[in-house]
């Protein structure tokens, strides 16, 4: 089973931009499908992007879609996170996921391995 260590997560300005990173563990990272999600205080878990195995399927919520871009590198068992054009609302602890399903996964329990989260906190 994989194993997810998120990193890059910090503190920005609004309209900034940062760069997450999520590595794993193993040798089968190219056989899951992988999400970020996020939760800020006091509010439940959220989805915010996916990527299918091979990386020819991207999608996003649509709130932050035209700012964030979810990509892989499967050769260095990574998943990235691109944040542009931040927002105050952005703020939250954000988590990589991997699934074993597939199609879009949009859902929490869609995934098994979840990374420990890294804080992502904009600034206004």
């Known amino acids: 089973q994989v194993q997810l260590v998120e990193s890059g997560g910090g503190l920005v300005q609004a309209g900034g931009s940062l760069r997450l990173s999520c590595a794993a563990s193993g040798r089968t990272f190219s056989s899951y499908a992988m999400g970020w999600f996020r939760q800020a205080a006091g509010k439940e878990r959220e989805f915010v992007a996916g990527i299918s195995r091979s990386g020819d399927s991207l999608y996003y919520a649509d709130s932050v879609k035209g700012r964030f871009t979810i990509s892989r590198e499967n050769a260095k068992n990574t998943v990235y996170l691109q944040m542009n054009s931040l927002k105050p609302e952005d703020t939250a602890v954000y988590s990589c996921?991997?699934?074993?399903?597939?199609?879009?996964?949009?859902?929490?329990?869609?995934?098994?391995?979840w990374g420990q989260g890294t804080q992502v906190t904009v600034s206004s």
């Open positions: 996921a991997a699934s074993s399903s597939y199609g879009r996964l949009e859902r929490a329990y869609d995934y098994t391995t």
